[in-house]
């Protein structure tokens, strides 16, 4: 089966601009996430969708970041005006969503889009 | 609130030998583990995950890793390190279902020949 896709794969844009990361999940997923990675630490979580619901963005920055998930598939992550500070790789994941923990929590992740921000 | 502490953010072993990689935990409820690593310039990849059921758990390319309950660690194994291994690599927890990850910082697994 295909896999996360993302794009593009890198960019390289100057402060105050904008930007826009565009994710597929996988077929049937129902949960997309998007984590930002910044360089030497662990991926931290941006937002969730189950769907095209935000399940959880209490950690997105939303003065400068948001994200949709139209039709429950594709979905789009854009930051404007965009900071020094944002420079990362942006990953984002896709999960089944089941009631039950036993096969229903692994995350697939797509390559990310590496960002740098001059 | 869940969190992951991996102990050394770098490892360096020898090809051939075996290989540790340190991870303990803290979570309120019983968590869902998991170990991923990534390679430069890839995508994270699962190498195998704990959800209660047995505590040894084999993962991909010969990684193991067992969960301790008493110990509150789930440290990563493999007895025999090899060139390909070199990667960053993640311990990471989560409650039940589809909920958010939680990272560690990051273990750089180096190998050398």
């Known amino acids: 089966e295909a896999g996360v896709a993302q794009s593009p794969r890198y960019k390289i844009i100057e402060k105050r601009q904008s930007v826009a990361f565009w994710c597929n999940p996988i077929?049937?997923?129902?949960?997309l996430y998007w984590y930002q990675q910044i360089l030497g630490q662990g991926p931290k979580l941006l937002i969730q969708?189950?769907?095209?619901?935000?399940v959880d963005d209490s950690q997105l920055p939303k003065d400068r970041f948001s994200a949709e998930r139209l039709k429950g598939v594709d979905s789009t992550l854009k930051i404007q005006p965009a900071k020094l500070e944002d420079s990362a790789v942006y990953l984002c994941?896709?999960?089944?969503w089941g009631s039950g923990r036993a096969s229903t929590d692994t995350q697939y992740f797509g390559p990310g889009t590496r960002l740098t921000v001059l | 609130a869940q969190s992951v502490t991996q102990l050394d953010s770098h490892v360096s072993v020898s090809e051939g030998t075996p290989v540790l990689l340190r991870c303990n935990y803290s979570s309120s409820y019983s968590p869902s583990l998991f170990w991923y690593v990534q390679h430069p310039n890839k995508g994270l990849q699962l190498l195998l995950k704990?959800?209660?059921?047995?505590?040894l758990v084999k993962g991909i390319n010969g990684f193991e890793a067992e969960f301790k309950k008493s110990e509150t660690s789930f440290h990563l194994t493999k007895p025999s390190a090899h060139m390909s291994d070199a990667a960053e690599y993640f311990c990471v927890v989560t409650l039940s279902g589809n909920t958010p990850l939680v990272f560690g910082k990051g273990t750089r697994l180096s190998v050398i020949a």
């Open positions: 994941a896709s999960s089944h």
């Open positions: 704990y959800t209660s059921a047995a505590t």
């Open positions: 969708f189950q769907n095209n619901g935000v």
């Open positions: 077929s049937g997923h129902a949960t």
